[in-house]
T-cell receptor, first 114, second 112 residues
């Protein structure tokens, strides 16, 4: 299967700071990337969909000014959590899709805001 | 009605048995179906996908589609304790620009 990487795998930051998470498709070009959030023992929650070179589409209830998404190339998308607060602590997972329907997930980034 | 529904479980089977996981979907026009496995604390891993043209077998895993009843199942033969995980069903809902809609997952425990 296709390989998607994320960096960092875990991060601890102080409340009020911003954190950037990178998602890369290593062996294919991802025309679309997705960002999910998952709280403990809960299901995946789609936050936004990004297409290379265009603005991301955010799901209802997700603040676009707080979760900045940039999909500048066919292999890289970034999620920046701005002014993070403890309630933003979660497991953030990206996935990437080429021209087919299959989505491949990155390993996830565990964010802890203190 | 949710677009993709799964029994949350937990489903427990003894080692060596067949584990059967089911998923129902609401859009009769859906044509692609995916099963992901997610271990605790890890991200989902794609294990099987089928399109509307038939079932698929890969090693111990078989994905079956029943279009008339709008459900897709995943069978795991000779279940192993290492199969214990949450299994997510995902469906391409028509009109969603090929975006997958995920079920909430079924937790499977294989007892040694």
């Amino acid at each position: 299967g296709a390989v998607v990487s994320q960096h960092p795998s875990w991060v601890i930051c102080k409340s009020g700071t911003s954190v950037k998470i990178e998602c890369r498709s290593l062996d294919f070009q991802a025309t679309t990337m997705f960002w999910y959030r998952q709280f403990p023992k809960q299901s995946l929650m789609l936050m936004a969909t990004s297409n290379e070179g265009s603005k991301a589409t955010y799901e209802q209830g997700v603040e676009k000014d707080k979760f900045l998404i940039n999909h500048a190339s066919l292999t890289l998308s970034t999620l920046t959590v701005t002014s993070a607060h403890p309630e933003d602590s979660s497991f953030y997972i990206c996935s990437a899709r080429s021209n087919s329907y299959e989505q491949y997930f990155g390993p996830g980034t565990r964010l802890t805001v203190t | 009605q949710k677009e993709v529904e799964q029994n949350s479980g937990p489903l427990s089977v003894p080692e060596g048995a067949i584990a059967s996981l089911n998923c129902t979907y609401s859009d009769r026009g859906s044509q692609s179906f995916f099963w992901y496995r997610q271990y605790s604390g890890k991200s989902p891993e794609l294990i099987m996908f089928i399109y509307s043209n038939g079932d698929k077998e890969d090693g111990r895993f078989t994905a079956q589609l029943n279009k008339a009843s709008q459900y897709v199942s995943l069978l795991i033969r000779d279940s192993q304790p290492s199969d214990s995980a949450t299994y997510l069903c995902a469906v391409n809902i028509r009109g969603s620009a090929r975006q997958l809609t995920f079920g909430s997952g079924t937790q499977l425990t294989v007892l040694p």
